[in-house]
């Protein structure tokens, strides 16, 4: 079945320092990928999508390119700060309009 | 525009009551889903509504259940709490077409003492 698989967390790193997450996914088809950040006491927010091979979401300053040779979809931003420190979410929606969420990888920043 | 709107925020039930969870969905999303959060098994699917009617459901056992109006509103409900039933609660909906994205409420904190 379809699956998303991320990298176990937590993720802690100094602030300005360069951040990637990865994800890979199982799916058949061509599904749409998602990255979704929650903060504390909160819901998911979305952060970034792509709906095709080779498009690049970006948002925030993060960015991540669906690749479909690799199956990937990692999650990067090129300067960290504090204020980002929330757990990470990668998902896929494939055609039977479920989503399928990957365990989530916490980040810490520190100052 | 209104956000995903989940009630109530927290609830404290006793081993064997049963427990009914409110959401309401964002102006023109027909898509309504439920997720229980966990901090062992992560973000998993219960169930998920389009235009009153359920379309796709995870794998929990029937003591979760749930509905959609017509206004897209949904409820969940789960019977027979159990311990192991305490867990954050998210309502997601979206328009239910191709790669529209799921729009997450804050959740209810659901506590079984």
């Known amino acids: 079945g379809d699956s998303v698989t991320q990298m176990e967390g937590p993720v802690t790193l100094s602030e300005e320092a360069f951040l990637t997450i990865n994800c890979t996914y199982t799916?058949?088809?061509?599904?749409?990928l998602f990255w979704y950040v929650q903060y504390p006491g909160e819901g998911l927010q979305l952060l970034l999508k792509a709906t095709k091979a080779d498009d690049k979401g970006s948002n925030k300053g993060f960015e991540a390119t669906y690749r479909k040779e690799t199956t990937s979809f990692h999650l990067e931003k090129g300067s960290v700060q504090v204020s980002d420190s929330a757990v990470y979410f990668c998902?896929?929606?494939?055609?039977?309009?479920?989503?399928?969420f990957g365990t989530g990888t916490r980040l810490k920043v520190l100052a | 525009k209104a956000g995903v709107t989940q009630t109530p925020r927290y609830l404290i039930k006793t081993r064997g009551q049963q427990v009914t969870l409110s959401c309401s969905p964002i102006s023109g999303h027909r898509s309504v889903s439920w997720y229980q959060q966990t901090p062992g098994q992560g973000l998993q699917f219960l169930f998920e509504?389009?235009?009153?009617?359920?379309?796709n459901k995870g794998n929990f056992p029937g003591r979760f259940s749930g509905r959609q109006f017509s206004n897209s509103r949904s409820e969940m409900n789960v019977s027979t709490l159990e311990l192991g039933d305490s867990a954050l609660y998210l309502c997601?909906?979206?328009?239910?077409?191709?790669?529209?994205?799921?729009?997450f409420g804050n959740g209810t904190r659901l506590t079984v003492t």
């Open positions: 998902a896929l929606r494939a055609g039977t309009y479920k989503y399928i």
């Open positions: 509504y389009f235009s009153e009617t359920q379309r």
């Open positions: 799916a058949t088809g061509y599904p749409s």
């Open positions: 997601a909906s979206t328009k239910g077409q191709g790669g529209s994205p799921l729009h």
